[in-house]
């Protein structure tokens, strides 16, 4: 687990994968709340520069939808959406998601868990593309997985070319 | 996950980039040629694979602009191109910075949200202790 505050965005044994960690500190209860009521959740979920929420519906229970759209310049818009597989309240969260413009193709998977300790909650976000159809096309993009493999290599190509 | 606008770097070089990131092989070589240029011949050498494989990998780094040759025209050392990978470590920088903004934002709300909402937030970690879900 994190010893600090500090963002970590790490590969995992699983090339299917990528996890992003973070802690907080506040009980999961809270944690919990802020990730998953719209209003909250709307508060800091971020947006680039010029976007904003333009939807913002989760129905938080096992088999409920979720659906999020930003609007940004010029009338363009991002959304996503998708079902809520797993649903422990304040331990463990897992959705599918599935993107309007699809930037990669077919859903991803997410699992987020929230694992209390000392009044401070560690916050393990886990994205897992579910077909080898749709990671081997994001693999063409410079999205999660592609950037997994980046990371691989960039840990020791960026140290090892910084002096030059 | 959540949108990322890349739009204003170049995208099918990130494709490119990305895409001959991902065999292990061409990181190995990569890897190799951030300690210094080399001959196809030398790159082959760890590899248990011939020449003609270790070629095709080094044409793919090359059209990724990840790496170019040299002026001896008998060796053609490959080098590496260091620029790609630096645009490559921006995407991934702003993807970064998404998350911690995103998190810096959601820390001053339970900051706020501890002062509200205390009394409720107590009951509900008592009930999941009750549970046996110890919380350390």
Known sequence: MTKSNALQITTTPDDREIRITRRFDAPRQLVWDAYTRPELLKRWLGTMPGWSWAVCEMDVREGGHYRWVWRGPEGAEMGLGGVYREVVPAERLVSTERYDQAWYPGEAVGTVEFTERGGRTTLVTTLRYDSKAARDAVLQSPATEGMEAGYTALDALLASTAAA | ?136
């Open chain 2, 1 to 136: 996950m959540q949108p990322i606008g890349y739009g204003d770097l170049s995208a099918a070089r990130l494709d490119a980039t990305f895409a001959a990131l991902a065999d292990p092989t061409r990181r190995a070589i990569l890897a190799r040629l951030a300690s210094g240029e080399a001959s196809v011949r030398e790159l082959t050498e760890p590899f248990a694979m011939s020449q003609a494989a270790i070629s095709k990998h080094l044409k793919v780094l090359e059209r990724a602009g990840l790496i170019s040759h040299g002026r001896d025209a008998q060796r053609r050392p490959r080098k590496l191109e260091a620029a790609p990978l630096a645009e490559a470590d921006e995407w991934l920088e702003r993807y970064r910075k998404f998350w911690e903004e995103s998190y810096g934002r959601l820390d001053l709300l339970l900051d706020e949200m501890k002062r509200t909402a205390k009394p409720r937030a107590r009951g509900r970690r008592a009930t999941a202790k009750r549970k046996g879900r110890p919380d350390r």
